[in-house]
């Protein structure tokens, strides 16, 4: 009896391919074009300076946000005083106005009334050195040249010989400011210019 004889599997022999192998060994031999890679860097070099931009910004949103923040802490803290201010600035010119009422000074006067006179000007200087240290300043308007940040004009006169016109040649009470900022205006007559003695 003759043996048929059956194809003999080699182990060399490679198995067949499926579609499946053949695709993905395909896209590992497809190499990557130099156009799509550049395109891609071009979109992420675009990405990373839009992303800087706005970290730029932000940051000097921020640095202005503390500037503000900071400027405004020191003006409260400068000026939370204000309406007090005003109000002790109100005292200070009625002691004023109490020290010009009193008669002025002459020889052989009454002691009771020199010595009245010295303790209220004692009373006023103490008083004016306490503003100064806690940023009240008092500003006399006499003689110098009209300023619009400080003063307040009521009244306009012909200019006495020898003043210039804008010139305040009368206050009636002074300027107060309270660290630099206006506290409450000199009420003021002031030399104008063409004024005629009956305006």
């Known amino acids: 009896m003759t043996e048929k004889n059956d194809p003999v599997m080699n182990d060399q022999t490679p198995p067949a391919e499926t579609p499946a192998d053949a695709t993905a060994a395909d896209q590992q031999q497809t190499p990557v074009q130099p156009a799509d890679a550049m395109a891609r860097i071009a979109e992420l070099e675009a990405e990373i300076a839009q992303l800087k931009d706005r970290w730029l910004r932000s940051e000097a949103e921020m640095q202005n946000l503390r500037a503000r923040t900071k400027r405004e802490v020191e003006d409260a803290r400068a000026y939370a005083v204000q309406k007090f201010a005003r109000d002790v600035?109100?005292?200070?010119?009625?002691?004023?106005?109490?020290?010009?009422?009193?008669?002025?000074?002459?020889?052989?006067?009454?002691?009771?009334?020199?010595?009245?006179?010295?303790?209220?000007?004692?009373?006023?200087?103490?008083?004016?050195?306490?503003?100064?240290?806690?940023?009240?300043?008092?500003?006399?308007?006499?003689?110098?040249p009209f300023d619009p940040e400080l003063h307040q004009a009521m009244a306009q006169q012909p200019p006495p010989e020898g003043v210039a016109a804008g010139t305040v040649i009368q206050a009636w009470t002074p300027a107060w400011t309270l660290n630099g900022r206006l506290l409450k205006p000199a009420m003021v007559v002031v030399a104008g210019e063409g004024v005629s003695e009956t305006a």
């Open 89 to 144: 600035v109100e005292a200070a010119d009625n002691l004023r106005r109490g020290l010009e009422a009193l008669p002025a000074q002459q020889e052989g006067e009454a002691e009771l009334l020199a010595k009245l006179r010295g303790g209220f000007e004692g009373v006023e200087r103490a008083f004016l050195s306490i503003l100064e240290r806690n940023g009240v300043a008092r500003h006399d308007a006499a003689g110098k």
